[in-house]
C-alpha cells in the first residue's frame, strides 16, 4: 500500500461521509411523513435502477449477477440493518447524536479486522480508537438525553456498520465499483422487499423532490464509502468515518438550529483527534517499509 493510496482512500471515505451526512439530514426532515424503511427501500430501489441503467453499456447483465451472491447478500444486509436502526435513531434523538452512534464502528472495524481481514494492528491505534469512542461519549454524557430508545438504536447502527465496513474490505477490488453500489442497492431491496407488505403507506406529493435527493446523495456517498476501502486497510480509512460526525454537527446547526456546546466540541476534538493520529502510524510504517 502506497502513501498516496492511503490518502486517496482517505479523502473518499471523508468525502462520503460529509454526502451521506446531508443526505441524513434529508431522511431527519422527511421522518414525520414517510415511514424510515419505506425511505431506505425507496433509496435502494432508485440507487439500483440508475445504477444498473448507468453500468449496463459496459457491464451488460453482470448488473444482475453479482460475484459472491451470498457474500454480496450478507453484505447488502448488514447495510440495511445498520441503516434501518440508524433511521429509527433519527426519529428519537438529534442527527448529531445519532451520527455519534453509530461512529462506534471503528471501533468494531479495529478490534476485529486481525480476525475477519487478516490485518495487523498494534497497541497504539487500538487506544486511538479507543480515545475515539470515549469522544463519542463525552458528547453524548453519562446517562444520555432525550429518549433512550433512540440510542439503543444508534449503538445497534454502529455495531452492525463495523461489520458493513469489514464486509466492504472483504468483497473489494472483486468486481468494479460501479457493480459494487448495483449489488449493494440490489441486495438491499431484496432484503426489504418482504416487508413492504406490512409498511408501506402513501407518500405525499411533497416529499418526492427530498426522496430524490436521498437517493442521488446516497448513490454518490455510498460510492465514495466503497470505494475508500480498496486503496488502504479497514482499520486505517474506517476512523475517518468520525468525520462525518462534523458535519452532522454543521448541519443541525443550518438546518435544525442545534449548536454542539463545550463538552460537545471536547468530544469532537477526541474523536478526530484519534482518527488523525492513527493516519499519522499509518504514514509512518508506510514510510519506514518504503
Known amino acids: 500500500m502506497s502513501k498516496n493510496n492511503a490518502l486517496f482512500g482517505i479523502l473518499l471515505m471523508v468525502l462520503g461521509s460529509a454526502v451521506l451526512a446531508s443526505k441524513d439530514g434529508i431522511v431527519k426532515t422527511l421522518l414525520d411523513q414517510v415511514g424510515p424503511i419505506q425511505i431506505l427501500w425507496i433509496q435502494f430501489a432508485g440507487t439500483f435502477v440508475l445504477m444498473a441503467l448507468f453500468s449496463m453499456p459496459k457491464h451488460g447483465l453482470k448488473v444482475f449477477r453479482p460475484n459472491s451472491p451470498v457474500r454480496q447478500f450478507v453484505r447488502g444486509a448488514l447495510n440495511v440493518g445498520a441503516v434501518s436502526a440508524f433511521f429509527l435513531a433519527l426519529k428519537f434523538i438529534p442527527l448529531a447524536d445519532a451520527t455519534a452512534m453509530l461512529l462506534f464502528a471503528p471501533v468494531v472495524v479495529t478490534v476485529?479486522?486481525?480476525?475477519?481481514?487478516?490485518?495487523?494492528?498494534?497497541?497504539?491505534?487500538?487506544?486511538?480508537?479507543?480515545?475515539?469512542?470515549?469522544?463519542?461519549?463525552?458528547?453524548?454524557?453519562?446517562?444520555?438525553?432525550?429518549?433512550?430508545?433512540?440510542?439503543?438504536?444508534?449503538?445497534?447502527?454502529?455495531?452492525?456498520?463495523?461489520?458493513?465496513?469489514?464486509?466492504?474490505?472483504?468483497?473489494?477490488?472483486?468486481?468494479?465499483?460501479?457493480?459494487?453500489?448495483?449489488?449493494?442497492?440490489?441486495?438491499?431491496?431484496?432484503?426489504?422487499?418482504?416487508?413492504?407488505?406490512?409498511?408501506?403507506?402513501?407518500?405525499?406529493?411533497?416529499?418526492?423532490?427530498?426522496?430524490?435527493?436521498?437517493?442521488?446523495?446516497?448513490?454518490?456517498?455510498?460510492?465514495?464509502?466503497?470505494?475508500?476501502?480498496?486503496?488502504?486497510?479497514?482499520?486505517?480509512?474506517?476512523?475517518?468515518?468520525?468525520?462525518?460526525?462534523?458535519?452532522?454537527?454543521?448541519?443541525?446547526?443550518?438546518?435544525?438550529?442545534?449548536?454542539?456546546?463545550?463538552?460537545?466540541?471536547?468530544?469532537?476534538?477526541?474523536?478526530?483527534?484519534?482518527?488523525?493520529?492513527?493516519?499519522?502510524?499509518e504514514r509512518r510504517f508506510t514510510k519506514n517499509h518504503s
Open 112 to 281: 476485529l479486522s486481525p480476525f475477519f481481514l487478516g490485518e495487523k494492528i498494534g497497541p497504539s491505534r487500538i487506544t486511538a480508537a479507543v480515545v475515539g469512542f470515549c469522544g463519542v461519549l463525552v458528547i453524548l454524557r453519562p446517562g444520555f438525553s432525550g429518549d433512550l430508545t433512540g440510542y439503543y438504536f444508534g449503538l445497534t447502527s454502529g455495531f452492525l456498520l463495523g461489520f458493513y465496513f469489514i464486509a466492504n474490505r472483504r468483497l473489494a477490488g472483486s468486481q468494479h465499483f460501479l457493480l459494487d453500489i448495483t449489488h449493494n442497492a440490489m441486495m438491499g431491496v431484496l432484503a426489504l422487499t418482504p416487508f413492504l407488505w406490512f409498511l408501506w403507506e402513501p407518500v405525499p406529493a411533497l416529499a418526492h423532490v427530498k426522496l430524490v435527493f436521498i437517493v442521488v446523495l446516497g448513490i454518490i456517498g455510498q460510492g465514495f464509502l466503497i470505494s475508500s476501502f480498496t486503496f488502504a486497510p479497514a482499520a486505517v480509512i474506517s476512523p475517518y468515518a468520525y468525520t462525518m460526525l462534523i458535519f452532522a454537527a454543521l448541519i443541525g446547526y443550518l438546518v435544525f438550529d442545534t449548536i454542539p456546546d463545550a463538552v460537545s466540541w471536547l468530544g469532537i476534538v477526541l474523536i478526530v483527534g484519534s482518527g488523525l493520529y492513527i493516519a499519522h502510524r
